[in-house]
C-alpha cells in the first residue's frame, strides 16, 4: 500500500496536479482517491471528480465538502486535499445509503448483508451527511471491524454540504467505504482532551432526538447563557464549538457541540439525547488537548502504518490557533497523512457507530504481505509551545477546575453534615423520617416488605448521672457501631433523638426485624459500662401494612416500643 497526498489552494492548481501524475504511476490492484474541499460548489467537484475519473478509470473516487482540509501534517481552512491510496492485494467497495424524510437508509439491508458475508472485512471508513442517529443502528450488534470517519457539512448543519461517491451526490446519507484484504490491517485511536466543568444536570425535555429543550427545567438557551455568559456579537456555533456538553454514557464521556441555537431556546445537535440524560458544561484545556493528542501519537507510531486517516474537529483548530500545524506535524512523522476537519467524529462505540465532537480520529492503515514492514524510526513526541493567551487560558482553566473540585468537595462534605448526626455519624433525625417516607412510598407502589426498629437504650439517664456524659457518649456510639454491623446497605441507621434510634429494614417481615434485634443484643452483649453491668434495650418493631401512611407506620412503632419499655426488667422486643 502507498499513500500520495497534495494540498492544494485551487481548483486550477488541481487540474495541474492532475496533469503531471503518469498513469502508470498509480498502477494497483485497488485504487482509492478522496477529495475534500472547502469552498467548491457541487458542479465544481463533479468536474474534478470527473477529471480523476478520466484519467485513472478504474480509481473509485469519494469526497465532499469540509470545514478545513489535512494533508502531509498541514491543516488548511481553504483548498483542497487530494490523497491517493493505492491497495496492492486489497480491494475498496463503495456503499452510498441516501436517507429518506423518515431518517431511513435506502438499501442498508443489502449492504448490511454484503458486509456480513465478506470475510475479508478488515475496516470501514464512514463519512455522513446530516443526522447520525439512525445510521448508527446499522452497526448495533452486526458488524465489528474498526470504524473511522466524519461528519461533512458546514455551519449549517449539513445542509449545504454534500458527499461525492464515486459519481453520486448525497445530500443527506451515509458513505460505507469497505476495505477488503487478508493482508490489509487497521489500527484506530481517538483523543478529546476536552473535560467536564459545572454542576451535573439532567435533559428534562427534548424536541425529537436532535433537540434539547430543557436542562433541570430550564430552557437549554438559558443555562447556556447562565453558565457560558450571553453572546455579544459571537456566533452561537463559534461559542458551542468552545463549550461544547459533555454527555455521560456507559462508554465514556462524548462532548457533542450544538450546531445552533432556536427562537423558543432550545438547541439543535448533530446526534441525539434522550431525556434522562446527564450532562455538563464542558471546556478545552490546552495543555491537556496536547499531552492527551501526543500519547495517542505515540501508539499510533508503534502501529507503524503506511498510510494515516484524520478527522479532527473544527473546534481543535480553533482552540488550538497557530499550534494547529505542530500538532498535525506528529502525524506525518508516523506516515504519509491526509484528512479534514469536520463537525463530528465517527468510532465504533462498544455496540453501535458513536458521533463524537471535539476528538481528533487517527485510523493507521498498513497492507502487510509475506515481508515485514520496514520499521520506522521511534516518533518522539515534540514540545508544543502555547502561545500566550492559550496559556492564559491553560492557567485559568486550571484555577477555576481545581476551585470547583475544591467546592464540589466541600457541598459534599456539607451535604453530609446535613444529614448525619454529629455524635454517631449514623442519619439524623429528618434525613432518617425522610427515608422512612420514601420507603412507604415505594411500598405502596411495590410491596416487598418494610420494618421500623424503634430503639431506645435502657436507664440512659443513669449512665449519665453516674459515669458522667463522656461515658454516656462512648455508650451511645457503641450502640451505632453495633446497630451499624447487624444491617445491609439497602437497609438505614438513624439517631432520631437523645438516645433513641430508628433501623429501617427492606424487604423484611416482622419475624426477620425480630431475629436482627436478637442478633444486636447479643453482639451488644459483650461491651460493658465501667461497673460491669451490661448495656441494655427496649425495641419495638412494626411491618408495614396496606394503607399506611408515615403517621400510621410511626404510631405502630412507638406503641411497641412504650410496650417493650414497660415490660419488666426491660431489654424486651416487642413487634406490634
Known sequence: MEVTSYLLEEEEELEACLAAIEPEEMECHDLLVQIFSVSMKKKEFVHVTGLIKKKFPRAKVIGGKVAAC???????DSGISLTFMRFMSSEVHLFGLRLDDNERAIGKDICMDWLEKRKDLAALEVLTIGHINTLSSLFSGRIWVPLFGGLLG?????????????????????????????????????????LPLGPLMTITKVNGPYIVSELDGQPFADMYSHYIGDLEGETFLDKS????IVLHRESGLIARHPLLCHEDGSAEFGAGFQVGDLVQFGYGNPQHVIHDTQEMQQRMAEFHPQGLFLADCLARWLLMEGNVESELKNCRLIAPSFGFYGYGELVHGRSSMMLHNMTLVLAGIKETDTEELHLRAQFMPDHIPLTRQQQYLSHLVHFVQQTTSELEALNGL??????????????????IES????????????????????????????????????????????IAQVLTEHVRNSDAVGRWGGDEFWVILRETDGEGASQV??????????????????YSLSIGITAAIKGDTQETFFHRADQALYQAKATPGKNATVVI
Open 154 to 194: 458546514d455551519s449549517t448543519g449539513g445542509k449545504e454540504g454534500f458527499i461525492y461517491c464515486d459519481g453520486e451526490i448525497l445530500k443527506h446519507g451515509l458513505l460505507l467505504v469497505a476495505l477488503c484484504g487478508r493482508h490489509l490491517q487497521v489500527h484506530v485511536e481517538r483523543s478529546s482532551g476536552w
Open 435 to 478: 427515608i422512612l417516607q420514601e420507603a412507604i412510598k415505594q411500598e405502596a407502589k411495590n410491596p416487598r416488605g418494610v420494618c421500623l426498629m424503634m430503639i431506645d437504650a435502657d436507664n440512659f439517664k443513669h449512665i449519665n448521672d453516674h459515669f458522667g456524659h463522656d461515658t454516656g457518649d462512648v455508650a451511645l456510639k457503641t
Open 241 to 244: 464549538l468552545l463549550f461544547p
Open 414 to 431: 456539607l451535604g453530609r453534615k446535613a444529614q448525619t448526626d454529629d455524635l454517631t455519624g449514623l442519619y439524623n433525625k429528618g434525613q
Open 70 to 76: 489535512i494533508s502531509g501534517g498541514r491543516g488548511m
Open 517 to 534: 434485634a436478637a442478633r444486636i443484643k447479643e453482639s451488644l452483649a459483650q461491651y460493658h459500662l465501667p461497673d460491669g453491668s451490661n
